[in-house]
Every structure is written in C-alpha cells, then in structure tokens.
C-alpha cells in the first residue's frame, strides 16, 4: 500500500481514470479532434455557389450603371451600350463633369456612410480583421452606386474594386442573416469579393488567389473550397453574359530567349521600385487632404478638379480605361503617346483616389504598369537588340510586376495576368518579373497600397501565412512523462508539508489526484494547496472544483491548446484513447518549448557539411582506385 504522506509518480503502466467520470468526460472534458472538413462546410459551398451567381448578376448591373451614367454626363443620351467618355463633344465643359460627381460621391459619403470612400479591398480587409466581417447592409447599395457615379462622371478607377466590395457586403450580409460562426462569414465575404472579380475579368483562378492572399489570411478547405465554387459560378454566370473572350485581347507570343528573360525579370524588380513610389505618392496626397481646413465631404469635388483637367488634356484618361490597356498589351501606342497619356493618368488617378472618392486601383495600377513595361521594353530592345525584347511581354509584366508590388498579391498578379489575356507563353516572365518586383517592394515598404491605410488606423495586418507548428506535433511527443501526483485523500497539512520542504517533484504548478483504487480524481493547483483559507484538515480531494480536462495523446498541441483555452486551465492529464489511462501531463511550458521549434527556424544554423570533408570524399575514391591499380601492376 502506498505511503499517504509521500506523493506518488504515474506507474509504468499509467493511472486509471475514474470509472465515475465515464459520462461526464464524454460530454464534455474530452476535446473533440479537430478536422478541415465537416458537413457545415456543405451548407456553406451551397451558399457560396448560389452568391457566386449572384456577384456575378451585380457585376453586371453594375457595368450597365456605369454605362449609363457615362452616356448620359458625356453624351446626354439615354443608353447603357459601352461609350467611351474619351469621345465625348463637350470641349472646356467635360472639366465640369467629375467635379459634380465628386459633390454627388461627397454628399453620398457626408449622408449615407464614409465607408463607401476609397477603393474597397483595404476597407473590406478592415472588416474582416477587425468586425468579424461584418459589413453594413446600406454598403451592398452605396457602394456600388458610388462607384458609378464616380466612374461614370470620368473618375479614372477601375470597376473591379467596387465590384469586389460589393460582392464582399453581399456576402457578409448572408452570413449576418443567417446563423454562422465568424469564420464562416469571412468565407462567404471572401467568396463574394472572388466572385464579383472572377465576373469583371473572367479570372477565377486569380480571384481565389487574391481572397487567399488579401481577405482570407489562411489556405484551408474550409474556406478554399467555397470561395472557389463561387468564383467557378461567377465565371460562368460571366460567360452566359458576356461571352468567354479574354478581358485584355493580345496578339499571341513567342517564347521568350534567356536574354530577355533577364530583361524582363530586371523590368519586375524596377516596378517594385516604382510601385513603392506610387503607394507612397497615393498616401502622401492623402496626407495633404487630411490638412485642408475644409470639411472631408468637399475633398473628392477638389480632387475631381485634376481629374477634369487631365481628362481635357488627354480624353482617355477619363473612366475605366480598359480599352487602354489593351491598346498597350497590342503595342498599339507610340512612345510618346504612352509617356503622355499615362503621366496624365497617374496625376489623375492619385490626386482624386487620395481625395477620398470612390473608385477601384487595379486599372489604374495595370495602366501605369503597362505602360512603364512598354517604355522601359522599347529601352531595352534598343539598347540590347540581341536579346529580342519583345515590347508586348514587356508592357505584360509591368502591368502585373506593378500589382504585385503594390498589392503583395504575388500568385494573384501572375495568374491574373494570364487568365485575362490567355497568353500561356507569358507565364514565365510573369512569375520571375513579379517575384522580383513582390522583393524589392518587401524590401523598401513594410506596407502595401491595400494595407497602409487600415495600418494607420491601429490594424495589424498578417503578411505571411505559416503552417501551425502547433498542429504538426502530437501530445504525446511533448508531454511529460513522468507525472507526480498526489494521495486524493491525503489531508492538506501533509501535501503543503512536502512543498514546503522542496522535496523533488514539489515545485510544479498542478498535480493529479490519485484515489486509493489508482483513478483519476481530479487535478489541483499548487494555488489551491497553499490558498490561507483553506482548512489544513481538509482532504486534498474537497478542493477538486471540476472534473478533470483531459486530452488524448493521439492529439496535436492545435488541439490541446484549444482544450486548455475552452476550460481556462493550464495543464491537461494526457490519456491514452485505447484504455483511458494516464500516460503523461502537458502543461503551457511544455507548448512554449515546443513553439520554439518554429523560431529555431528563423536563426542561422552552423554549416552541417563543410567543404573540406566533400573534397576530401571526392579525392578518396581516386586514391583508393590508384592504390589497387598499383597493386595489380
């Protein structure tokens, strides 16, 4: 029989657990081991497919209302057919037009929500990190309407970051009318925002690319598999619409050589360059808005003043610009004509977009970096004619080595390019010019031109997405051992007898109880052995508030840590699935240590191989051959 007086360590074999606690350990005190897909996910795909459809009907809504706006402030007609604003009739007057949509885009801003200014992903991003997604029901209409009447009046955005936006309030107002968990309602978010860019471009590998890389902050199937469903039905909802040509139509290319593969890549790293003076440029201007001692709901007229400006002086700076970026993938400007039109449309886009208006920077940014690529390309092919530069791949990766830099959207920027222009031989200088630019930017900016204004407001923004070293570990290889528990029915004055003399095993925080029979009682803390009101009397069994939490050895620290948070405890008796007996105890130390495995891999590590010992093993074999070549001679 065992000494009451003494603690006891857990026998080779483990402790039972309590009989008595069967039921209650089954309901409740066992943690449930964690799993990517369940059949909520089901549930969550179907909504996603059918919102996806529906991002889609929105898009396009939102294209017409484009269009129509543009027909009637430029053209005074009627209609919703695609018009450029560039070809209006109004002479001095179309410097008018975006300043009355500025006024309207304040108003709407000053009187309906401020949550419609800016471009639409950093205050999505917002929402997600700090609101649980939960997006306004008023910004599903505001927003897009906004966006409409600021393109429609000449402002030089993009559609596609409303759209996103739009698709993103879409789906966080489906998951805030239905019951979901937060983790849930970000993936619909997601799902939407994906979906309504999969139908402006026709680019559903992107999108998900994107969502994963600006929204969703993790690469899982619970919210991979619904986001890529609904950009899967947004894209074909694009199809049935729009039909399934490319958004940016170019002539087709040629592999290119390894000398201008070098080329390409050294244009990237440029763009990275240049993509961090636009952000800075962007936010700077901003800053100068934030100064004028006139109230924010006049900022987007007096940025529209550039924008009228610009838009007199070279037409197709005016609206979405689409049809720009074509001409510049086709090489269809000259020189001079690129320089000109797309200074003036940096000028415009910048002053009004760090007025606070409403409009989307992926064209504008594709704008600009498509026409640095060219320019920099027709540089290059002159300078270097033997490495065949071809000026259309240059004017491609400096649209998508731009975004990448701006964004940190790096996989995102590389497919995007290529689904929006079908040009397979591309992807090679994509990926080696946009890595290069994704560097540089890293490099310069801590911030990206989607992060730094929510940045400025106290938002910490993930930038890199981990493995959880928690959830490569299993219980049983972290947890102790060797186990000191103590007698359930030894009284209080003997157990703080022993922590008083220091004995071994005495100076650990929490402690097993073991009844007579060897069962699991419970667990008590050292707090509870030395609490002053306690009776010294009083058997250490009496202080057991709770079952025990307990967590199988078969599980990850993932899972442990989860056990420990639900139960607000700081250890767990680890029990083996087969016959529920005690193997081991894991505390927070024991997960601290173990989560250094993942800093270890951040710190330089001596050379295992050194260079004398690979010479010296090349140089053995040949002496060895020579020394019996010698003895059969």
Request: one cysteine or more; a positive charge; glycine letters at 10%.
């Amino acid at each position: 029989m065992a000494d009451p007086t003494r603690p006891l360590a857990t026998p080779a074999g483990g402790l039972p657990v309590s009989p008595s606690l069967g039921v209650t350990l089954e309901a409740a005190q066992l943690p449930t081991e964690s799993t990517s897909v369940d059949l909520r996910l089901a549930r969550i795909c179907a909504l996603a497919l059918a919102l996806g459809g529906v991002a889609a009907i929105a898009a396009h809504a939102l294209m017409l209302l484009i269009a129509f706006i543009t027909n009637l402030a430029f053209h005074h007609r009627l209609s919703v057919e695609h018009s450029s604003p560039a070809h209006h009739a109004l002479g001095a007057g179309v410097v008018a037009v975006p300043i009355v949509g500025g006024i309207v885009v304040g108003l709407m801003a000053r009187y309906g929500s401020k949550a419609i200014r800016g471009h639409g992903i950093p205050e999505t991003m917002e929402r997600i990190l700090t609101h649980e997604s939960r997006i306004p029901a008023r910004l599903t209409l505001l927003k897009p309407l906004s966006a409409a009447i600021s393109i429609g009046t000449g402002g030089p955005f993009g559609a596609e970051g409303p759209i996103i936006a739009t698709g993103g309030a879409l789906g966080s107002l489906i998951g805030q009318v239905l019951r979901t968990t937060p983790a849930e309602r970000k993936t619909l978010l997601a799902a939407g925002a994906a979906a309504g860019m999969a139908a402006t471009f026709g680019s559903p590998v992107a999108a998900v690319l994107l969502a994963v890389e600006l929204l969703l902050f993790e690469f899982r199937p619970r919210s991979l598999i619904p986001v890529a469903l609904a950009t899967t039905a947004a894209a074909g909802a694009r199809i049935a619409l729009e039909g399934a040509g490319p958004a940016f139509p170019m002539p087709d290319l040629a592999p290119p050589s390894g000398w201008a593969l070098g080329v390409y890549i050294a244009i990237g790293a440029i763009m990275g360059l240049a993509s961090v003076a636009v952000t800075r440029i962007v936010y700077g201007i901003e800053d100068l808005f934030e100064k004028l001692p006139i109230h924010w709901m006049w900022w987007p007229a007096i940025g529209c003043v550039a924008v009228g400006l610009c838009g007199y002086a070279a037409p197709r700076t005016l609206g979405v610009g689409y049809d720009v970026i074509t001409d510049l993938l086709s090489a269809k400007l000259t020189v001079g004509a690129v320089a000109f039109l797309c200074s003036l449309k940096f000028v415009s886009w910048s002053i009004s977009l760090g007025s606070g208006t409403s409009g989307g920077t992926l064209a504008p940014l594709f704008t600009i970096g498509g026409a640095g690529g060219l320019l920099l390309g027709q540089a290059g092919a002159q300078a270097l004619p033997f490495t065949g530069i071809d000026v259309r791949i240059a004017a491609l990766v400096g649209m998508a080595a731009m975004f990448a830099g701006a964004s940190r959207a790096l996989l995102a920027s590389v497919v995007f390019a290529f689904e929006t222009t079908l040009q397979p031989l591309g992807l090679l200088p994509l990926l080696g010019a946009c890595a290069a630019s994704y560097f540089v930017s890293a490099l310069c900016m801590r911030q990206s031109i989607m992060t730094e204004r929510i940045a400025r407001r106290g938002v910490r923004v993930p930038h890199e997405y981990a493995a959880d070293v928690l959830d490569q570990l299993w219980v049983s290889d972290v947890a102790a051992k060797d186990v000191v528990t103590l007698p359930a029915d030894q009284p209080l004055a003997i157990a703080r007898d022993w922590i008083s003399s220091r004995a071994p095993g005495s100076e650990h925080t929490g402690f097993p109880l073991v009844t007579p029979e060897g069962h699991l009682a419970g667990v008590i803390t050292r707090r509870d052995l030395l609490a002053p009101e306690k009776a010294d009397t009083l058997l250490l069994r009496e202080l057991v508030r709770r079952p025990p939490v307990v967590v199988y050895e078969d599980l990850t620290l993932h899972d442990a840590v989860n056990h420990m948070v639900n139960h607000d405890v700081g250890r767990l008796p680890v029990v083996a699935r087969s016959d529920r007996r005690i193997v081991g105890i894991i505390t927070r130390s024991n997960i601290l240590a173990a989560y250094r495995r993942r800093l270890d891999e951040t710190r330089p590590a001596a050379p295992s191989i050194s260079i004398d010992s690979l010479r010296h093993r090349a140089r053995s074999p040949r002496e060895g051959g020579r020394a019996a070549t010698g003895k059969r001679e």
